[in-house]
Every structure is written in structure tokens, then in C-alpha cells.
């Protein structure tokens, strides 16, 4: 059976490119979809707990479909404020939205 | 019908003064018709009062609470006894027919409706000190009367000798008002109430005569005031500014005797004080004589009447100081029917010569004005004390109380003063209205009898100045009115009796055999004194002239009447002025030093309290704002507005946790 700790190590790196992206695109929607690796590195983690873990019974695996339940919604409301964005400044690249800056 | 009627009595004079005081100006030439509808329907209740009292009924009525504060309680109340009860007829029927004269003598006057408010200001006044149950509302009444007297002779207000008479009038009464509040303080503070059944029930000569000589020495110091006596009598001469009906009713007939009524009203206090009797009788002896001498010679009519008011009113306290209160209170009020004629008699003749009063520019007025003259001869006669006319019995009656009681002096004083009296008096009519006429031609062609409503009066009281002496005084000391009063002053002879004042009965027994012999005394003086007139002023006009060269210096003394006023200018009035030059002096150094330094220092201790203010503690709020703006300024740099920046800050830090517990 292949270890519980091979499944963290793919899920750390999944988070860690997820972060990554966030953190360093500048495409508005980019930022999203490395959002949702991030999203998915944690389902990966709940469902490993969930499989290894003796006493769990059932709760990551339903936590990871909450997860993905609300990713859907949450992508639902992001990409409708990225529509919102590019109505009001013709552009998605995060640089150059900087109204609230000081 | 009820004896609280009396209450109508102030009161209609009161709505009277209403009506005139607040629409005046609307009312203009018709004020008369309330004033002297009020004061004839006052004077109307008060005889429905009086016929009520014959009977002997008296009422001592507390209207309601006036003052209550801790054991003071002062009423409102009335007290009608004989002796109110003659002073309120005197008052009211002489006030009426001189509000009637007011008519013709003040008509086309400018402040018409306002002479009138006055007038019947002071009937309440009077009525309310007259008809007072207690001595703080007499003495509102004596205020009052104080009051429209100031208001009355300075009527004229743009002359300004009269305004400033009537500042002298009020000044030196206030002298006076002194002496009777401490009287009143006194009496509060012995008998611990200040209305008269009470005081009266309480007096007790076991209290010491000290007590009693204080309160009512002070009592007659406020008398001398009121009552124009020695040494406060300057003020009735100057009096004379105001309008001569004011003269007749305020300075002869009725505010100048509250002084003797006061001290009628006390007579259970003065009895037990033989000392104030003795001062009383002096006081008024003295007052008579001198106030006769200066009468002698002065050129004014008006003048020569006040002072022999000043005279008369020093028979009836001589009167008073010999314990005959009854004969005081009749002197007064025959005093008020023949001094009021005489004023309006003078008034008569001020009219028809358009404001004359030097006597040495009249002269044979008795053609033009019959009725003034034959009036004015009435009054004359009356004043000087001749069988049978009024002033005969009562002054004739203090001279003989006078000598009984022992008062030898002062009876040689009066009968000294009845002599100048009947003298001056004669003096004044034949040189008024005998021989010939000495003003120019002018004033000479309009010589007139004064119209109906002024001549009215003169009548009526020319009666009474006749009749009112012998239908209630005589026989004398037992009169029909002396019968009236005779109750009230029942309880004075006994307490008189206590103290050994009263008079043997052997002396009343042999006095009363020399009673008629007195009365021929005074008489003949009386006679002598018209007769010497006669003789000076009709038979040979030149004695006068050649006697005044003769005694240059004691004319003009006379005529400088004794250099009082400059005295008391020198004395008071200069020392007044100085002293209050030197508080003015305190005033503006010290006091406004004072201040002025306090001002100093407080701007001196803003001047330091706003520098504080503005670098230490605008500083400090100052600084810390600058130091929270300076913060912000530097940590404003964090917020950069880039979401990317915030989500890296997070990611930092939740490395740096994890890092923390994985490692310490």
C-alpha cells in the first residue's frame, strides 16, 4: 500500500505550485485557477486522512466534497467579480487595478 | 348695613387712582369727574361708617395676612373707633371739596389728569394711615402721603425750585421716618406685635419708663418730620411750590396733622413716659411761637399761612404733650376747615391775580371778591382764635389743658403765640384785601371772583370754620364731640393716674372757676393782636416801615426766618457735601484701585494661563498628532493596494508559524 506520506508530499507540492501561481500571475483568472490547485491540494490531504486515519470514518472525504461544493461557488463569484473588473477598467491584470492604492 | 364698608373708604380713591394713573392720557381734561366722583362717594361711606359708630360700635377688622414671616404677622386690617373715625370725616370731607376746587384752580393745567391721580393717591394714603389697625400699615400711609406730598410739590417739575423743594420735603422727612422705624423696631421688639389692640393690651408700666420715654421720643421724632415741628419744620415752608389746592389739603389740613394723630393713637405709650409729654408740649409751644415770629414778616402770602400752619400744628402737640389728646384732635380738625379756607381763600386770590403771591402788590381785593373776602375774614378770625368761631374752643381749650397741667411756660407760649397769630393774620387781610389796590393795571382789570366750583367750597368750609368750634366743642373738654372720642381716651387717664401725671382734684376744682377767666385772657390777646393789625396796617401804614428801620437786625432775622435754612446748608448740607466728596475720594481711589488691580492681575494671570495653554497643552495634543501622523505616514507604505503583496505577507507568515512550532 502505497504510503500516507507519499500523498502529503504530491499535496504539498500541488499547494506549493498553487501558491506559487497565486502569488505571481498577473492574469486575474490565472490567479483563480491556482486557487483551485491550492483547493485541491487540501481535498487530496482530506481524502489521504480520511483513507489512514483509524478513527476517522467518512468525515474527509465529505469535508473534500463541501470543498469542492463551495470551490464551485467561490469560482462562480470570482470569475463574476473578474467580469465586473474588466467592465470598469477594460483589463484583468491585476497590476494595473490599483485604485485603493495609498 | 355692615361697618366693613369702611373698606370702600381707601379703596374708591384707589380706583380712582387706577382709572386717572393708566388712561390719563385718554381721559385728559375729564380726570375730574372720577377723581372727585371717587372722593365724594368716600367721603360718603365714611359718614355712613361714622353714623354707624355713634352708638359707640367700634371694628377692628384684619382683611387678610399682609406680612407672616416667623413671629411677625401684620394685616391688612381696618380700625374704626372714634378716633379713626374723625380723622377719616376730616380727611375725606375736606379732601372732597378740595378735590372740587381742584376743578376750577388747576383747569387748561397741562398734567390736569395727573394732579388728580396724585390727589386721590394721597386720600388712599391718608385713609389707609388714618383707618390702619396696626403701625406698619400706618406707616405705609405715612409713606404715601410722604410720597404724593414729594409728588405733589414738585408738580411743577420744569420750575426748579419747586422740584427742589420737593426734595427737601421728602429728605427731611425721611429724617423724621428714621426716628419712627426704630419706634416701630422698639415697640416690635417690647410688646412683640405691632397692632394697636394688642401694643396697647400689653403696655404695663412694670416694662420701666425707659422703654417707653425711647419708643415714643422716637415716635415724636418721626412726628416732627411729618408735622413740620422744630427742628424739621423747613420743609413746609418751600411746600409751598406745589399747586395751592396741594397746600390746602397735604400741607394745612390733613398729611402735616398725621403726626398728631400718631401721637393720639400712642397716648397709651406717652402716658407712661412723662419725659416725652413734657418733650412733646415744649416742642410744640416753642414750634408755635417761633413759626408765629417768622410769620410776622414775611411778604408771601402763601408763606405767612404755612407758617402759621407750622404754629397751629404746635398748639396741638402742645396740646398732646399736656395729655388733652381729645382737645389736640379738635384743634385738628377746626384747624382743617379754617387752614384749608385760608390756603384756598390765598388760592382764590392767586387765581384772580394771575400767580401773584407778593402780598406788598395787593390790596384791596374785598370789591372784586366778596365771597373770597368774607370767607377769608371767617378763616382769620377762626385762626386767630376769636369767640365763637371754631379755632376759639380747641386752641382755647390746649391753653387751658396746658396751664392746668402745670405747663406754665409753654401756656405763656402759646398765649405769646396766639397774640402773633391774630396779628399776622390780620396783617395779611387787611393789607390782601383792604386800601388800594398796589399791582400794575394789567392784572388790575381782570381782578374776578373765582368761578362756582371754587367758591363752593370756600362756603362750606367758611361754615364749618364758624359753626364746627361751638356745636361740638362746647361746653368745652365736654363737647359733643368730646363725648364721641371720649371713649378711647378713657383708658389713658387711668393709666395716667399709675404714674402720677394726671392732675390733682383739687386743681381741676379751682381751675375750673378760672377756665372762663382764661378763656377771656386768651381772648383779649386775641383782640389785642387783630387790634395792633388795625393799627399798623389800616390806621397808620407807616409805623410798619419805620419799626422795621428802627430793628433793622431782629427784621431780618424775622424776615430771614432765624437764617434755619442757611444752618442747616452750612452744618449738614456743607458737612453732607464734604463727606460725601470724601467717600467719592475712597470710592475712586480704594475702591476702584481695588478693582482695577483685580482686573490687573486677572489679565496678567490670563496672559500667563493662555501661553500654557497654547505651547504646553496645544503642544502636547499638537505632538502626539504629529507623531500619529508621521507613524501613519511611514506605515501607509505597507498598505499597497496589491492583493498579491498581502497574500505573500500571509504566506510568510504562516511559514514563519509553522517554522516556530516545528523548530522552538
Known sequence: MVPLSYYLILSVILFGIGMFGALTRRNAVGILMALELMFNAVNLNFVAFSRYLPQALMQGQIFAIFVITVAAAEAAVGLAIVLGLYRNFQTINVDEINLMKW | MDMKLVALVPLLPLIGVLINGLFGAWIKERAHLIAVTAAGLSCLVAFVVFFQTLGGATLDWDVYPWLNVGDLKVPIGFLVDPLSTVMMLVVTFVGFLIHVYSIGYMHGDRGYARFFTY????????????????????????????????????????????????????????????????????????????????????????????????????????????????PLYVWLPDAMEGPTPVSALIHAATMVTAGVYMVARSNALFNLAPFSLEVVAWVGALTAVFAATIALVQNDIKRVVAYSTISQLGYMFLGAGAGAYPSAVFHLGTHAFFKALLFLGCGSVIHSLHGEQDMRKMGGLRKAMPITTWTFL?????????????????????????????????????????????????????????????GDHHTAHHLHESPPNMAYPLLVLGVLSVIAGLVLGFPPDHGLYHRYVAPIFEVAHES?????????????????????????????????????????????????????????????????KYWVDELYEAIFIHFGKRFCGFLWVVDARVV????????????????????????????????????????????RRLQTGAIQNYILAMALGIVGMVAFYLFL
Not at chain 2, 388714618?130 to 410739590?153: D, H, P, Q, T
Not at chain 2, 391753653?399 to 409753654?410: E, H, M, Q
Request: with cysteine.
Open chain 2, 119 to 230: 390727589l386721590n393717591l394721597f386720600m388712599f394714603s391718608m385713609l389707609m394711615l388714618v383707618l390702619a389697625n396696626n403701625y406698619l400699615l400706618m406707616f405705609l400711609g405715612w409713606e404715601g402721603v410722604g410720597l404724593c406730598s414729594y409728588l405733589l410739590i414738585g408738580f411743577w417739575y420744569e420750575k426748579k425750585s419747586a422740584a427742589d423743594a420737593g426734595k427737601k420735603a421728602f429728605v427731611v422727612n425721611r429724617i423724621g421716618d428714621a426716628g419712627f422705624i426704630l419706634g416701630l423696631f422698639f415697640i416690635w421688639t417690647t410688646f412683640g406685635s405691632l397692632k394697636y389692640t394688642e401694643v396697647f393690651a400689653a403696655v404695663n408700666p412694670e416694662l420701666g419708663v425707659g422703654i417707653y420715654t425711647t419708643i415714643t421720643l422716637l415716635l415724636f421724632v418721626g412726628a416732627t418730620g411729618k408735622s413740620a415741628q422744630l
Open chain 2, 378 to 438: 371767617l378763616a382769620s378770625l377762626a385762626n386767630a382764635g376769636i369767640f365763637p368761631l371754631a379755632g376759639f374752643w380747641s386752641k382755647d381749650e390746649i391753653l387751658f389743658n396746658a396751664f392746668v397741667r402745670g405747663l406754665t411756660i409753654p401756656w405763656l407760649l402759646g398765649l405769646i403765640g396766639a397774640f402773633l397769630t391774630a396779628f399776622y393774620m390780620f396783617r395779611l387781610f387787611f393789607q390782601v384785601f383792604t386800601g388800594h389796590f398796589r
Open chain 2, 496 to 560: 395716667e393716674a399709675v404714674v402720677e401725671h394726671a392732675v390733682s382734684a383739687a386743681t381741676e376744682h379751682a381751675a375750673g372757676a378760672s377756665e372762663l377767666v382764661m378763656a377771656a385772657v386768651s381772648l383779649a390777646v386775641a383782640l389785642a393782636g387783630i387790634g395792633l393789625a388795625y393799627l399798623f396796617y389800616v390806621k397808620r401804614p407807616d409805623i410798619p416801615a419805620a419799626l422795621a428801620d428802627k430793628l433793622r437786625g431782629l427784621y431780618n432775622l424775622l424776615l430771614n
Open chain 2, 592 to 635: 476702584d484701585g481695588a478693582v482695577n488691580g483685580s482686573s490687573w492681575l486677572t489679565m496678567r494671570l490670563s496672559a500667563i494661563s493662555s501661553w500654557h495653554d497654547m505651547k504646553i497643552v496645544d503642544g502636547l495634543v499638537n505632538a502626539i498628532a504629529d507623531l500619529i501622523q508621521g507613524g501613519s505616514f511611514t506605515l
